[in-house]
Structures are given as structure tokens and as C-alpha cells.
């Protein structure tokens, strides 16, 4: 097939022209810069010999004296016309002859060099110009390769086509491979979109599936209390007591787990506003520390504040991220036991803070995990506890759309502690989720 070159030189002859008009543009401009310039010069070095300081309010003017030359035109009647130019200044004239002449001749000589310079530089303009469109000809010259080849069937994309129609698009061991080298790095691109459509579909199944476990429970808590009352509370006060209270409970929690998937919900679709905003860190953890010591009589809470620090954040999600690690640590720390609130600079001069408590620790092969939605190290005791396994998950998400870490530390019964730590400048990237977990 012959092939047929895209045209790039009208283009580049236009983009070569519009360079050198401009580069004209500049050569005139300097040109009446330095006329100027040295027309004012001579003005005022003239007016020194005569009159002692410049004054504005003398009068001034040029003129020409060409009556010599009316009767007796020569070769040289213009050179020398320019000769007889004269400057009157106040009640004093000077004649201008030699210093005319001079500019007339120098200004000319900048004119011819400046000339020699524009011509020369049109051709390398022309071909920089050219050059800088050889990409787009090539992908012109390409796409008409490949539409003549579609017409006249010279390629076949069949294989891959029929690669693609084969798949099962659930099963994680097959992927698209026809064994052609030309269509390798399509294979490619196809086969690592398969593998992150399944990852989500996986994902995305594991919450459904998880979230409505955790509903199933309260709506059959409810449910059973609500037939209790219906055969025997309407008559027993006990009975109509204790199924109210249950139905109140298990409908907080529901709410609860309603309010926390709606938020990873908002925060997954990108629609959960962050307001950002310059704020006190120390003082926020100073209000988490005495929200905790009055609604838990249980714990005693020390507050640790190292340094006053400042962060631009959006102060109620982090201020929900301390209330959320606070919130872990009263339920897996016994009673009487201490729970520690912590401000501090980190290592590489980020903005921390930090809950520490003295309860039954984390297994080490459970900290990478703790985190992930629904997880739970032991399923019995944290639906004792009452916790819905999102809490960790609400708060990485606060503070990775911070483009802060998490470090933790933690040993069996010896206690947790969860550490939070935001950068010095704020990060606009919605997908920088980054968690850091040291053991």
C-alpha cells in the first residue's frame, strides 16, 4: 500500500511568518528606542553649552532649511539636506548637520544588518516550526494507514475480539492472550482493567454482604421484641419495659450503621465535603480529652500536650477521628484502667496526635487489617462492645483524604497506640490514600 505523507509545510509556513512579523514588531520598536533615546541626548548636551539648567518652559523646535537645494538639485541633495536641520531652544540655534547625519547613517546601517538577520532567520523558524509538527503528521500519515487497512482487511483484529468475548470476566485465572506480538500491550492494558474491575466487584460484594449482616442482627432483635409485645406487654409493665428499651437500642445502632455506610458511601462517590481550615490541633484534643473524662467515669484520661500545634484541616473530621480512636480504646480497656491523648511532632516535623491505651492489644497479624470495613479480630467481643467494625474505616478515610498516616503499635495485653499524623502542607489529591502501620 502507498503510503501517503501528511502535509505539514503550509502550517509551519505560517508559523515560521507569525514569528518573523513579530521579530519585525521588535526590530521597529528598538529601532525608534534608540532615535529617541539619542535624539534626547543630543538635545540636552546641546542646551548645556548655552544655557546653565534645563528648562522646561523654554520653547523648542526642528526645522529644515531647504531653500540652497530648490534651485540647485545635485545626487547629494537629500544627504545634504539633512545637513542644514536645526535646533532652536529659547533664543538660541544650533545646528544639527553632523549629528543628523551620523543618526541617519547609523540608523540605516542597524536597518540593513537587522534585514540580513530577519531573512536568515526565516528558514530555521520554518524548519523548528516543522519540526515541532512532525508528531501530529505522523499520527495523521498512521490513522490513514489504519483506516485503509480496515477497508482493505490487510489486519485482523478478530482474535483479539474473539480473546475478549471468550472471558469470564469472574474467574481471577483467565486472561486475554491470542498470541500476538503486535497485540501485546493491548492484552495487557485489557488484562490489568479485568483485574481491577474484579477487585472492586469483590470489594464491593464484601460490603454488601457484611452490611447487611450487620443489619440482619438489629432488624431480628426488633422484630422478635415487637411479637414478645404484641403476645404478652400489652397486660406485663416488665415485659412493655424491657422490649421498649430493646427496640430503642437496637434502633440507635441501626442508625448508627446507617449514618457510618452513608458516610463511606459519600466518601467513595467523592460527594463527603472536606472544609478545610486553620486550626489549633492542641486545643481540639484538649475538648476530645474533656468530652471523654465526662461521658466515661470508667477510665481515668491523661491528657499530653507537647507542643501547640496548628494544622489546616477540616476540624470536625478530625476532631471525629480522636473521638473515634478514643471510642476503640474505652471499649477494649478495663475499667479503671488509663487512656492517654498525646500532641506532638513527628520525626519528619509532621503534625501528630495519638490515643494510647493500657488494654488487650492487637495481634500483630490483625494491625494490617484493622482498618479494612466490618473487620473484627473477635467478632463476640466487639458485638459486646456494641461496635460496628467501621469506626477504623471512617477514620482512614478522613485522614487520607488529609494525605496523613497512621502508625500503630500494639501487644497483647499490653496495650495499643494509634497514632495520627498530618502533613505540613495541605494535599488537594482525593486519591492520595496512603496508611502507613508500623508493628
Known amino acids: 500500500m502507498e503510503k501517503k505523507q501528511a502535509d505539514s509545510s503550509s502550517i509551519a509556513g505560517q508559523i515560521a511568518a507569525s514569528k518573523q512579523l513579530e ?14 533615546f539619542s535624539v534626547i541626548s543630543w538635545c540636552m548636551a546641546a542646551e548645556a ?12 523646535s526642528f526645522y529644515f532649511d531647504f531653500e540652497p537645494f530648490k534651485a540647485n538639485a545635485t545626487a547629494d541633495t537629500f544627504w545634504e539636506a539633512i545637513g542644514t536641520g ?24 542597524i536597518g540593513m544588518v537587522q534585514a540580513v538577520m530577519w531573512v536568515v532567520t526565516f528558514l530555521p523558524e520554518y524548519f523548528r516550526a516543522k519540526k515541532m509538527l512532525s508528531p501530529l503528521n505522523k499520527i495523521a500519515v498512521t490513522a490513514t494507514e ?6 482493505n482487511s490487510q489486519y485482523n483484529f478478530d482474535d483479539i475480539e474473539s480473546a475478549i468475548g471468550s472471558i469470564d470476566p469472574m474467574d481471577n485465572d483467565i486472561h486475554i492472550s491470542t498470541g500476538n506480538r503486535d497485540l501485546k500491550r493491548i492484552e495487557q492494558a485489557i ?30 432483635v426488633i422484630k422478635g421484641y415487637a411479637d414478645m409485645l404484641d403476645r404478652w406487654g400489652k397486660t406485663d409493665e416488665k415485659i412493655l419495659d424491657e422490649g421498649i428499651t430493646a427496640i430503642k437500642n437496637e434502633s440507635e445502632n441501626m442508625n448508627k450503621l ?13 460527594r463527603q465535603p472536606v472544609n478545610m481550615t486553620d486550626f489549633s490541633l492542641s486545643d481540639m484534643i484538649r475538648e476530645v480529652h474533656s468530652e471523654a473524662e465526662m461521658i466515661d467515669p470508667d477510665h481515668v484520661y491523661n491528657l499530653d500536650i507537647k507542643d501547640e500545634l496548628s494544622v489546616y484541616a477540616d476540624v470536625s473530621m478530625m476532631k471525629q477521628t480522636a473521638r473515634i480512636l478514643c471510642d476503640n480504646a474505652k471499649k477494649y480497656t478495663p475499667k479503671g484502667n488509663t487512656i492517654t491523648l498525646r500532641v506532638m ?35 463476640a467481643r466487639t458485638r459486646e462492645t456494641g461496635g460496628t467494625g467501621l469506626g477504623l474505616s471512617i477514620a482512614k478515610w478522613i485522614v487520607d483524604r488529609h494525605g496523613g498516616h497512621f502508625e500503630v503499635i500494639s501487644y497483647k495485653d499490653i496495650g495499643t497506640r494509634i497514632t495520627v499524623c498530618l502533613p505540613n502542607t495541605p494535599v488537594q489529591n482525593e486519591n492520595n490514600k496512603t496508611a502507613k502501620h508500623t508493628i
Not at 519585525?24 to 532615535?35: A, E, K, Q, R
Not at 458516610?263 to 462517590?269: E, P, V, Y
Not at 511532632?345 to 494490617?368: A, L, M, R, S, W
Open 258 to 270: 446507617v449514618e457510618q455506610l452513608l458516610f463511606l458511601a459519600r466518601g467513595d462517590n467523592g
Open 345 to 379: 511532632t513527628g520525626e519528619n516535623g509532621e503534625k501528630c496526635f495519638e490515643v494510647q491505651d493500657t488494654g488487650i492489644g492487637i495481634d500483630e497479624k490483625d494491625i494490617p487489617l484493622i482498618f479494612d470495613r466490618f473487620f473484627r479480630s473477635d467478632p
Open 23 to 36: 521579530r519585525l514588531g521588535n526590530y521597529l520598536v528598538c529601532n525608534l528606542f534608540i532615535v529617541l
Open 191 to 220: 488484562n490489568d482493567l479485568l483485574d481491577r474491575m474484579r477487585d472492586a466487584y469483590k470489594s464491593q460484594s464484601r460490603f454488601v454482604s457484611d452490611a447487611s449482616h450487620e443489619l440482619r442482627t438489629p432488624i431480628a
Open 86 to 109: 536645526i535646533y532652536r531652544f529659547g533664543e538660541y540655534s544650533v545646528k544639527c548637520g553632523s549629528f543628523a547625519q551620523a543618526l541617519t547613517c547609523g540608523i540605516c546601517l
Open 49 to 60: 553649552n548655552y544655557v546653565s539648567a534645563f528648562d522646561i518652559d523654554l520653547s523648542r
Open 146 to 151: 489504519l483506516t485503509a487497512a480496515a477497508h
